[in-house]
């Protein structure tokens, strides 16, 4: 019993290895918008969002759905997105990696992810406009 604690003490350490690994590159990423890589920004928050669901950081994994959405929609449909709005998900996620949700009871972060949809819904809306 006692190795099989220490693969899932090992397991859980390298998962939350691997999110800071994506989280990192894409929060920087975001906040340097012009000269972001849209298809790594993409890459990144789809393993992002997969990983802190593994990790149940449930915040970080709606804010991270939230930011792959998003960049799905610029990398695919062609839609564009300012640096402000890019800082909006870089300091959610930021927030979110702060772990101070520890349940998967997101009622108090309803309203960041209430915006995050609006602001993903707004540039959708966007290249529907353009298209």
């Known amino acids: 019993m006692r190795s099989a604690e220490i693969s899932l003490s090992d397991l859980r350490s390298s998962i939350e290895v691997a999110v800071r690994e994506r989280l990192t590159p894409l929060i920087e990423a975001l ?3 012009d000269s972001a ?3 790594a920004c ?3 928050a789809a393993a992002l969002r997969d990983l802190a ?3 149940e950081m449930h915040l970080l994994t709606e804010v991270a759905m939230h930011c792959f959405d998003c960049l799905d929609l610029i990398a695919i449909d062609g839609a564009s997105m300012s640096g402000a709005e890019a800082a909006c998900y870089a300091d959610a996620l930021a927030f979110a990696a702060q772990g101070q949700c520890s349940g998967r009871d ?3 972060y309803g309203p960041l992810l209430q915006d995050l949809g609006t602001l993903t819904g707004r ?3 966007r290249r529907v406009r353009q298209g």
Do not use: E, K
């Open 37 to 39: 890589d849209v298809a």
């Open 106 to 108: 997101l009622t108090r």
């Open 123 to 125: 540039i959708a809306t």
């Open 31 to 33: 906040r340097a918008w």
């Open 53 to 55: 669901g593994l990790a």
């Open 42 to 44: 993409c890459d990144w």
